[in-house]
Structures are given as structure tokens and as C-alpha cells.
């Protein structure tokens, strides 16, 4: 992936480090990924929830403000980010323009062990997620080498679609379908409403795809890219993470789809570059 030719993002912030959740005081890591995942999965909460549920669990009493933001200029990750997240800036911009209407930019915020955003405390265990109540994506930039050394997904593709699937949340989120989705779950059994989590999640994945289209169509992808992010999407699918973490799969509990199921809408976008491919609400989500 040809990252440095790609325009270089205004929108990322990085904070100072925080403390980390965990125990006795030493970060989940992405291991805690998937004990976090499945803990939601089981209990039909979302990740987020037992996050903030683990975290006041070691809360010492002593209640600590996010840093303020900054930005450091001398770390390659940081600027492997600005530059990716300028692409999707770039992708979404035409699109948007195409269809007549204005692309908001999300804010990126690379933070260290833990953050506050608008949607509660998280930590580094968390993993990447979006925040739809401040419009930005957050990420512990560690996560990059647990994705390579654990999840066995190293290249700049596989860390570069991460991205680009939480800003398919954001694309989701100016679109009004997250907040469809979400209306929508309050009404629902936690079977259901876990079904269309999957189904929106897996729209991600795929405008992520789109994402990834604009790029190749611009030079900016080598041959072997479209494989690293499939490696990504695979090992994070929900029954490879309720098999790797001892548990059996449970379908009825997935809340991002089968690794199957990710990997082939991710590829569904990669393949058309057409966001009207990725409507995954009315019809099969299966490959």
C-alpha cells in the first residue's frame, strides 16, 4: 500500500497517556479483545458496556480527565493514520459530492491504554471503535502490532481497512442508518436486536471495501493487499473469536458476523466500489 502518496488527514488527534484498565494495573491487551467481545456476546451487552463494567471494577477512586489532545509529528504509525484517514477523507468527499450532499470529516483520536470519549471510558482492550455522540474514531495504536503478532493480520492493508471499517461507522452515522439500527434494537429481543448489529457491522465492512476500490483504482494498492485485510477480517470475525477464546460458536449471539460473513462483504465492496452494494439490510447477509 503506497500510504505516504496519499494526502495527509488535519483530523488526527493523539492524547497523552492515561491510565490503562486492567488488572492490577496492566493493560488487556488484545487478548482482552476477545474475552471483551464474547463477555458481550454472552450476556448481550455491548463491548463498550463491559469495558466501562471492568474498568470501574479497578477504578481507584480517583476520577481522572482525559488529557488534552496532541499531536505527535515523529511516529510512522501516527502518520501511516493522518495519511489513511486523508484518503478516506478524499473517497467519501466525492462520493458524498456525487450524490449532492457534503461529507462531515471525522475527528481520529490515537490515545494510549485508555480515553474518554462521549460514549464512556475505554480502554486499549477495546480495540478501534467509533463514537457516534462526538463523530470520531478512536484507536490505541498498539492494536497494530497485536492485529500482526497475535491475530497473525500483519501489513499496512489489514491496519489501514481497521480504519476504514470505523469510518464506515461514521459514513453509516451521517447517512442515519446507525441511528435506525439503534432505535430499532430498543425494541428487540437481544437475538434480533444482535442480528441487525451484525447486519451494520457488515455494511461497514463493506464501505470499507469502497474505500479500498477508490484507492486501487488510484494506484495506491500493491497486488498481495486485498489478502492482508481478508487475514484481518477473518480473525476478527465473532466465531473466530468465540472459538480461539475456549467457547462454542453461538450464531444466535454474533453482534460483527462471521469471519465468512466479513470477509466477503469487505471483498463485496473492494470488488464494485458502489455503496449501493452494501446494503445489507435487505437482503442475505450470507456469502
Same mark, same amino acid.
Given at each position: 500500500?503506497?500510504?505516504?502518496?496519499?494526502?495527509?488527514?488535519?483530523?488526527? $488527534?493523539?492524547? *497523552?497517556?492515561?491510565?490503562?484498565?486492567?488488572?492490577?494495573?496492566?493493560?488487556?491487551?488484545?487478548?482482552?479483545?476477545?474475552?471483551?467481545?464474547?463477555?458481550?456476546?454472552?450476556?448481550?451487552?455491548?463491548?463498550? $458496556?463491559?469495558?466501562?463494567? /471492568?474498568?470501574?471494577? &479497578?477504578?481507584?477512586?480517583?476520577?481522572?480527565?482525559?488529557?488534552?489532545?496532541?499531536?505527535?509529528?515523529?511516529? $510512522?504509525? +501516527?502518520?501511516?493514520?493522518?495519511?489513511?484517514?486523508?484518503?478516506?477523507?478524499?473517497?467519501?468527499?466525492?462520493?458524498?459530492?456525487?450524490?449532492?450532499?457534503? &461529507?462531515?470529516?471525522?475527528?481520529?483520536?490515537?490515545?494510549?491504554?485508555?480515553?474518554? !470519549?462521549? %460514549?464512556?471510558?475505554?480502554?486499549?482492550?477495546?480495540?478501534?471503535?467509533? %463514537?457516534?455522540?462526538?463523530?470520531?474514531? &478512536? @484507536?490505541?495504536?498498539?492494536?497494530?502490532?497485536?492485529?500482526?503478532?497475535? &491475530?497473525?493480520?500483519?501489513?499496512?492493508?489489514?491496519?489501514?481497512?481497521? @480504519?476504514?471499517?470505523?469510518?464506515?461507522?461514521?459514513?453509516?452515522?451521517?447517512?442515519?442508518? !446507525?441511528?435506525?439500527?439503534?432505535?430499532?434494537?430498543?425494541?428487540?429481543?437481544? /437475538?434480533? *436486536?444482535?442480528?441487525?448489529?451484525?447486519?451494520? $457491522?457488515?455494511?461497514?465492512?463493506? +464501505?470499507?471495501?469502497?474505500?479500498?476500490?477508490?484507492?486501487?483504482?488510484?494506484?495506491?494498492?500493491?497486488?498481495?493487499?486485498?489478502?492482508?485485510?481478508?487475514?484481518?477480517?477473518?480473525?476478527?470475525?465473532?466465531?473466530?473469536?468465540?472459538?480461539?477464546?475456549?467457547?462454542?460458536?453461538?450464531?444466535?449471539?454474533?453482534?460483527?458476523?462471521? !469471519?465468512?460473513?466479513?470477509? *466477503?462483504?469487505?471483498?463485496?465492496?473492494?470488488?464494485?466500489?458502489? @455503496?449501493?452494494?452494501?446494503?445489507?439490510?435487505?437482503?442475505?447477509?450470507?456469502?
Amino acid at each position: 500500500m503506497r500510504w505516504k502518496d496519499m494526502r495527509e488527514s488535519d483530523n488526527v $488527534e493523539e492524547q *497523552a497517556d492515561s491510565r490503562s484498565f486492567g488488572v492490577n494495573g496492566r493493560r488487556l491487551g488484545l487478548g482482552g479483545v476477545a474475552i471483551v467481545v464474547v463477555l458481550g456476546l454472552v450476556l448481550g451487552k455491548s463491548p463498550l $458496556e463491559i469495558l466501562n463494567l /471492568v474498568a470501574g471494577s &479497578y477504578d481507584t477512586g480517583t476520577n481522572q480527565q482525559a488529557a488534552p489532545a496532541r499531536t505527535n509529528t515523529n511516529s $510512522e504509525s +501516527l502518520q501511516f493514520v493522518k495519511h489513511t484517514l486523508g484518503d478516506t477523507e478524499d473517497t467519501w468527499q466525492a462520493i458524498f459530492k456525487q450524490h449532492g450532499t457534503i &461529507y462531515q470529516q471525522p475527528k481520529l483520536v490515537s490515545f494510549h491504554g485508555a480515553v474518554q !470519549s462521549a %460514549c464512556g471510558n475505554a480502554s486499549a482492550a477495546m480495540g478501534p471503535f467509533y %463514537c457516534p455522540a462526538d463523530q470520531k474514531v &478512536y @484507536i490505541d495504536l498498539t492494536f497494530f502490532d497485536e492485529l500482526h503478532r497475535k &491475530y497473525a493480520a500483519p501489513g499496512d492493508f489489514a491496519q489501514a481497512y481497521v @480504519i476504514a471499517h470505523e469510518v464506515g461507522h461514521h459514513v453509516q452515522n451521517l447517512l442515519g442508518i !446507525s441511528t435506525k439500527v439503534h432505535t430499532r434494537q430498543q425494541q428487540l429481543n437481544s /437475538v434480533k *436486536a444482535n442480528a441487525l448489529s451484525v447486519r451494520l $457491522e457488515l455494511q461497514a465492512d463493506c +464501505l470499507a471495501g469502497v474505500w479500498g476500490y477508490s484507492a486501487a483504482q488510484r494506484g495506491l494498492l500493491d497486488a498481495n493487499d486485498m489478502e492482508e485485510a481478508l487475514r484481518a477480517a477473518n480473525a476478527i470475525g465473532d466465531d473466530t473469536l468465540q472459538r480461539n477464546a475456549g467457547h462454542a460458536v453461538v450464531p444466535d449471539a454474533f453482534t460483527h458476523g462471521s !469471519s465468512t460473513q466479513r470477509m *466477503a462483504w469487505f471483498k463485496r465492496g473492494m470488488q464494485t466500489g458502489n @455503496i449501493q452494494a452494501c446494503n445489507t439490510f435487505d437482503q442475505s447477509i450470507d456469502p
